[in-house]
């Protein structure tokens, strides 16, 4: 008896569905979260340079500088690990270290005199004024690859991504929200 097309296209079927085939593979370099991960990362560690060789500063310490910095009035160690998405425990020994080298206070929280804010002292503040060009020059040049409507494209297209994560984006918006 003759086989059949029909008959043929079946036992393909079949034998695919029992045979072993390899399974689809997540490759981590199509994949947008270890890509954003990994830029972070790096950007993150060739800033690093720029505060940790002049000053010591580690990366934690320095996101509570810079969140202290460009804020106008004091906050909580809770509002900058929420703000930067830096676990509590990081923060707290970074704010340990920053009060220990004089760089922040603390001041009574007028609200609940039971918790106190941080700010930066006159020292922080003029570590602060001193590093913050150095690292938006270095932020220049590390984008310097993309031209300016790139870098447009690249800000709104984060800032979308973070809208949908419902990620609070400028420093007046959280400090409308109180919520930090």
């Known amino acids: 008896m003759a086989r059949t097309l029909g008959d043929t296209a079946l036992k393909a079927k079949e034998a695919d569905e029992t045979s072993p085939r390899p399974k689809a593979r997540l490759d981590l370099f199509k994949f947008v979260p270890f890509r954003l991960n990994r830029l972070a990362a790096e ?3 060739a800033l690093a340079v720029e505060y940790q060789e002049q000053h010591g500063l580690d990366i934690p310490a320095w996101r ?10 004091a906050c ?6 929420q703000c930067t998405r830096t676990h509590k425990s990081t923060i707290s020994r970074a704010v340990t270290a920053l ?3 004089g760089l922040i206070e603390r001041v009574e929280n007028e609200a609940d005199r039971r918790e106190f804010r941080l700010q930066l002292t006159r020292k922080g503040r003029a570590l602060y004024e001193e590093l913050f ?10 984008l310097s690859c993309l031209s300016a409507q790139e870098r447009k494209q690249l800000s709104a297209l984060l800032g979308k991504l973070e809208q949908s994560l419902d990620l609070i984006q400028t420093s007046e918006e959280a400090d409308a929200k109180q919520a930090y």
């Open 43 to 45: 950007v993150s560690s």
């Open 64 to 73: 509570v500088l810079a969140t202290l910095g460009f804020r106008n009035d």
């Open 76 to 81: 909580s160690a809770q509002f900058i690990s």
């Open 99 to 101: 009060l220990h080298d």
């Open 133 to 142: 060009p150095q690292l938006l020059r270095r932020e220049d040049e590390i």
